[in-house]
């Protein structure tokens, strides 16, 4: 049996990779801090966040973004969620239909849903921006606080995201975890 960091991912082996990683964290070399940057960067999607979703945690590219491990825009907000039945009609989404066989992800995996931001003001109310968020249950994930202006976000820990996205297939993911642990 392979392990997480063999399973997929162009049948790379990335466990020297995620090994070396680790262990720059626990020596130092490496640190898990908030980055002031990609905060500023994605402070809409953190608002939207601290106003649709103040509770719960945030994972994928957005969750590495904030940590500083990427730095690239991000298609969609991924949102892990206690409550299954929070929202209805979740929609699974082609790509994820595609990658069905990674039952890791899809088993936790609820689907996405567009979701209006009305801001404050009334350019906000009329002409509210859209975002894609897709929901996974939260079934105890380990999180780090990040505070930002005034609110305290929860943020799956930067290496069980990092482990996730190696078992992930597609090129995105790929060039994720080729610019993070390379």
């Known amino acids: 049996m392979r392990n997480r960091a063999q399973q997929t991912n162009g049948d790379k082996d990335w466990t020297p990779y995620l090994r070396d990683f680790k262990l720059g964290i626990i020596t130092g070399d490496r640190e898990i801090n908030p980055c002031q940057k990609s905060l500023n960067k994605f402070d809409e999607q953190l608002t939207f966040i601290k106003d649709e979703f103040p509770n719960d945690i945030i994972t994928g590219s957005l969750g590495l973004n904030i940590f500083g491990f990427l730095d690239r ?57 859209k975002y894609k968020v897709d929901f996974f249950e939260d079934k105890g994930t380990r999180y780090s606080e990040v505070k930002y202006k005034g609110h305290v976000y929860k943020v799956q820990h930067p290496i069980d995201i990092i482990e ?12 994720d975890i080729y610019c993070i642990l390379q």
Request: aromatic content about 12%.
């Open 73 to 129: 825009e991000i298609s969609d907000i991924d949102i892990l969620i206690k409550d299954r039945e929070r929202y209805s009609q979740y929609n699974s989404g082609e790509y994820y239909r595609r990658t069905k066989n990674n039952e890791l992800d899809m088993e936790r995996r609820l689907g996405y849903l567009e979701i209006k931001h009305r801001k404050r003001g009334i350019w906000g109310k009329l002409f509210p921006k």
């Open 164 to 175: 996730t996205k190696i078992t992930l297939e597609g090129s995105k993911h790929y060039r």
